[in-house]
């Protein structure tokens, strides 16, 4: 077993055409695209923070401007995190990509 990780890469990127769940009931392109990266990183938390220069790369898109459109906090809305009534694919998908920037800012703060 690495005594530490000192990069981890995590790249995800998928859309769904209609409205799917994870077998954990979570809407699935936040699933996918997000979720499996925070989870990943948490999992591998211990081994990242001892490493010398650790490096957290999160492959977001260009896409995740489209979760500005309303302002942040109305567009990733808290209280239907799984799109329940509202789904597009373009929605999903840039509130995924936008919590990986987001994911990103705050384990930058973390690391540095």
């Known amino acids: 077993m690495a005594d530490c990780v000192n990069v981890l890469i995590n790249n995800a990127g998928l859309i769904f055409p209609e409205r799917r769940e994870t077998k954990d009931g979570f809407e699935m392109t936040m699933g996918v695209n997000h979720l499996g990266h925070f989870y990943l990183t948490h999992l591998l938390w211990d081994l990242i923070k001892v490493a010398d220069k650790p490096r ?5 898109s ?3 401007y ?3 459109h309303k302002g942040l906090m109305d567009f ?3 209280e239907d995190m799984n799109l329940l009534k509202l789904y597009t ?3 999903a998908y840039a509130r995924s990509k936008m919590a990986n ?3 990103t800012r705050q384990l930058q ?4």
């Open 109 to 112: 703060q973390r690391i540095n």
């Open 89 to 91: 694919t373009r929605i």
């Open 76 to 78: 990733i809305d808290f």
């Open 66 to 68: 489209g979760a500005r």
């Open 62 to 64: 260009i896409a995740h």
């Open 101 to 103: 920037v987001l994911f």
């Open 56 to 60: 957290v790369i999160n492959v977001s």
